[in-house]
């Protein structure tokens, strides 16, 4: 809306200028001319117009027995031509305004003069137009005074599900025995003498088949052992009997032989 203000400003100033600048024509005296019996007064006729800078004016007249003289204001009022500001006798001569401010025009035919054949004519002022002020445009920011946005660097990463270190389960978690859990140390018990017991010598030899009985075939081939069966290893030939007798027990029982040999034969 204010663009379209701006441009029927500019439109009507120029047509202004235009006009100012070419003027009108007014031609005095009507359809009489210049002469003495003008169609109108040229008193009323030059106050019920107005003149501006460039306008002209038009005088038709009789170049033999008339002519039209620019003089100052005691000059008009004398109806003295000798002393001319300007002088026109073609018989259709045309004065332009070039300033603002009174003119004063008289015949070079004093009698006709003092009758009434003269005549003043103010020209308006020039009015400033001044141009339109421009409408404030809205200030921009500065650039130091935009807040920055923060860049993809400067965000803080979020960690990747490679990066991230695995919680152990409470499945995987190996319980720590708490000292309450531990019961109390036994203390071994002491070794009772008993009979003597002659020892039966143990054989780790392979265990032998009992007769008749056929070993029952494995319903798996060589090499089809599924994979989820723990396999675990045979338990190991437990220890010699002679390991688990105490010295003194051997002793004993080596003693009591000797003591039943001696009854024997005594």
């Not at 001044?130 to 660097?153: D, F, K, Q, Y």
Request: aromatic fraction near 8%.
């Amino acid at each position: 809306m204010g663009f379209l203000r701006v441009i029927l400003f500019s439109i009507l100033l120029s047509l202004t200028f235009c006009s100012s600048s070419e003027g009108y024509n007014f031609i005095i005296g009507g359809k009489n001319g210049w002469s003495l019996h003008p169609s109108e007064n040229y008193s009323n006729w030059a106050n019920r117009l107005r003149f501006q800078v460039n306008d002209t004016l038009t005088f038709r007249y009789k170049k033999e027995t008339d002519s039209v003289v620019v003089v100052a204001k005691n000059d008009y009022e004398k109806c003295n031509a000798a002393k001319p500001i300007q002088k026109m006798d073609g018989g259709d001569s045309v004065f332009k305004f070039d300033r603002s401010g009174p003119f004063y025009f008289i015949t070079g035919n004093k009698s006709n003069c003092e009758h009434g054949q003269k005549l003043i004519i103010v020209v308006l002022a020039v009015r400033n137009i001044s141009p339109p002020t421009p409408s404030v445009p809205v200030p921009t920011p500065a650039p130091g005074n935009i807040v920055p946005v923060p860049s993809p660097e400067n965000t803080v990463p979020v960690p990747s599900p490679e990066n991230i270190v695995p919680v152990p389960s409470p499945e995987n978690i190996v319980p720590t025995p708490s000292p309450s859990s531990e019961g109390p140390a036994v203390s071994p018990a002491p070794v009772i003498p008993g009979p003597a017991v002659s020892p039966v010598p143990e054989t780790f030899g392979p265990a032998a088949n009992a007769p008749g009985i056929a070993p029952t075939p494995s319903p798996f081939g060589p090499g089809d052992a599924p994979a989820d069966i723990n396999l675990t290893p045979a338990p190991g030939p437990s220890k010699s009997f002679a390991q688990t007798i105490s010295p003194a027990t051997l002793v004993t029982a080596v003693l009591g032989v000797i003591v039943a040999a001696f009854i024997t034969f005594a």
